[in-house]
């Protein structure tokens, strides 16, 4: 009998381990970094010695109205330990009174009661200004103009309102933005509905500059940079984490060159050569928050396509205990054509952006070129045939079956942090 290797994927909250041919298996994860002995200090580091201009102390007066935007609850974002480091840095210069916390939702739900204590804890719940994010709320919008290659802007009142406006959030390679992060936090995260549809129209999501790691030169990113940068962010903060979602490093300051400094060691942890093109790939979204539902899912479906042989098959274990979501309209545009090519068809030649057409946009992209099977324990076969996906009860069967049938010199390949991991063939 062939031997087997035991792999671990990252899958919701407790994991899920897999037995696979040990002799075709190639398993590709990202550097696994300690995490920093103290990471208190390390955040504090951050804000006292700026990769570039002032500490944050410099920037900040009393008196001053500060915002600062989050990531919201599907990203693993340590914003309790992110928000106590700001509010001690800036004891007897600023109040929690003084403070907004804005979740960056983009065009995704806000985040209930719950789900904030949870992301910050009971006690700066209870102590503090705290706004979800809502891009379709006129009322809470501000209009500033035009910015970038023709995107017009709004952003969160309250942001464009304070004196101080700081982003927070952590750095991971994106499957069309290059990397999250940084400018991210300001467009999509606090922007208004038309401006997020225009950064993710059909044109940007299917340029070839559009994707894992890329910034300069990516038309999303290009005009993400140009909206944060257009229109003022006084302090960038943000983190690293390894697969424990502890933090690894901090970076504070000037926003670009922040941001800059902190994907260059993302970049080194997690982009990982492999010699050739798999036959099958298993891949996973990083486990919960990152799994919680197949939008997200698309992210880890993604970064296996980018090795995945033609006509390959891509196995993607994800969760989804949130299902689709059934909130948005991507379970909708999804299920709106019978195929990914009318699909991407349909969505190339429309005239205005669909809210959740770009995700949708970039599953069919891997979809027109392998096939897709999930395993989850949240989602029923009728629900993932209308996703144009077949459900995977057992994984282990699934690579021995499709190994089989491809003959004896096929191989698999595994992602198990999903697209913590971003493979590429090497030349």
């Known amino acids: 009998m062939p031997e087997t290797l035991s792999v671990e994927l990252a899958y919701g909250r407790t994991g899920l381990t897999v037995e696979l041919p040990s002799e075709r298996t190639t398993v590709v994860a990202p550097a696994h970094p300690p995490a ?64 907004t916390l804005l979740v960056a939702t983009g065009t995704h739900r806000g985040n209930t009661d719950s789900e904030l204590r949870a992301m910050l804890g009971d006690e700066l719940v209870e102590t503090m200004r705290i706004i979800n994010h809502d891009c379709r709320d006129p009322e809470v919008l501000c209009a ?22 700081i982003t927070t959030g952590f750095v991971e390679p994106h499957f069309f933005a290059g990397f999250s992060g940084g400018p991210k936090l300001v467009a999509p995260g606090l922007a208004g509905l038309d401006t997020v549809l225009t950064l993710h129209d059909a044109a940007r999501i299917a340029s070839p500059r559009a ?12 005009d993400v940079r140009a909206i944060a940068e257009g229109t003022g962010v006084d302090y960038a903060f943000d ?31 997690s982009m990982r ?38 006509g390959g098959l891509i196995i993607c274990a994800a969760e989804c205990s949130d299902g689709f979501p059934d909130h948005g309209s991507f379970r909708e545009v999804l299920a709106s054509e019978p195929t990914p090519e009318a699909l991407l068809r349909t969505i190339s030649g429309r005239a205005e952006t669909v809210p959740d057409q770009w995700q949708v946009q ?15 324990t949240d989602l029923t076969d009728a629900q993932l045939r209308t996703a144009h996906l077949h459900r995977i009860d057992d994984i ?32």
Request: net charge neutral; charged share 20%; with cysteine.
């Open 273 to 310: 050569p492999v010699p050739q093109r798999y036959d099958v790939v298993v891949t996973t979204n990083s486990g919960y928050p990152l799994d919680q539902n197949v939008y997200q899912a698309v992210k880890g479906m993604t970064a296996a396509a980018t090795v995945v042989k033609p």
């Open 211 to 222: 994707t894992w790691a890329v910034c300069e030169g990516n038309p999303v990113h290009d």
């Open 396 to 427: 282990a069967t699934a690579v021995a079956e499709e190994l089989a049938a491809r003959g004896p010199q096929a191989r698999v390949c595994v992602l198990p942090e999903g697209p913590q991991t971003i493979p590429y063939v090497e030349a």
């Open 36 to 99: 920093a002995p103290d990471a208190a200090a390390a955040l504090r580091r951050a804000l006292v010695e700026p990769v570039a201009g002032p500490p944050l102390r410099e920037r900040v007066r009393p008196g001053q109205r500060i915002a600062v935007s989050l990531c919201d609850a599907t990203r693993p974002q340590p914003r309790e330990a992110m928000v106590r480091a700001l509010l001690a840095e800036l004891e007897g210069i600023a109040t929690r009174e003084d403070f």
């Open 362 to 376: 970039a599953l069919a992209r891997v979809l027109a070129t392998a096939r897709v099977g999930v395993h989850t």
């Open 144 to 165: 500033l103009g035009t910015f970038g290659d023709g995107v017009p802007v709004s952003l969160n009142r309250h942001w464009v309102e304070a004196d101080v406006r």
């Open 239 to 269: 983190v690293v984490l390894n697969r424990e979602q502890r933090i690894v490093e901090a970076f504070g300051g000037d926003l670009l060159p922040m941001h800059a400094a902190a994907r260059e060691v993302v970049r080194e942890l």
